[in-house]
């Protein structure tokens, strides 16, 4: 059963750090790649940043950059997400999202729980 984890947010100052993690079980994490994204009270969900494990490829939305690092740890099955000089507009529930394969040739969105960012000003 494919699970992914979210741990690591919590409330900061503007300007501050917090380093989210996404614990992944469940498929061959080196052959995929993991997302996070996030949605803000009212706003609809939006994707942050993009890895692709296999070679270490990044992608990030506008906004993030350069202020977020995202990485894998292949040893822990887990992706961080580095987020520095936060801003109060980065408030929101952060989740993992993965697509995994299945042997009859679905792909199938899997999602975590979700971890809060809460950004005072």
């Known amino acids: 059963e494919v699970q992914l984890v979210e741990s690591g947010g919590g409330l900061v100052q503007a300007g501050g750090s917090l380093r989210l993690s996404c614990a992944a079980s469940?498929?061959?994490?080196?052959?995929?790649?993991l997302a996070w994204f996030r949605q803000a009270p009212g706003e609809d969900r939006e994707g942050v940043a993009y890895?692709?494990?296999?070679?270490?490829?990044?992608y990030y939305a506008d906004p993030v950059i350069p202020r977020f690092i995202i990485s894998s740890n292949d040893a822990k099955n887990s992706v961080d997400l580095q987020m520095n000089s936060l801003k109060p507009e980065d408030t929101a529930v952060y989740y993992c999202?993965?697509?995994?394969?299945?042997?009859?040739?679905?792909?199938?969105?899997?999602w975590g729980q979700g971890t809060q960012v809460t950004v005072s000003s």
């Open positions: 999202n993965t697509l995994v394969s299945t042997s009859d040739h679905r792909t199938l969105s899997y």
């Open positions: 469940g498929f061959t994490f080196d052959e995929y790649a």
């Open positions: 890895i692709r494990i296999s070679d270490g490829s990044a």
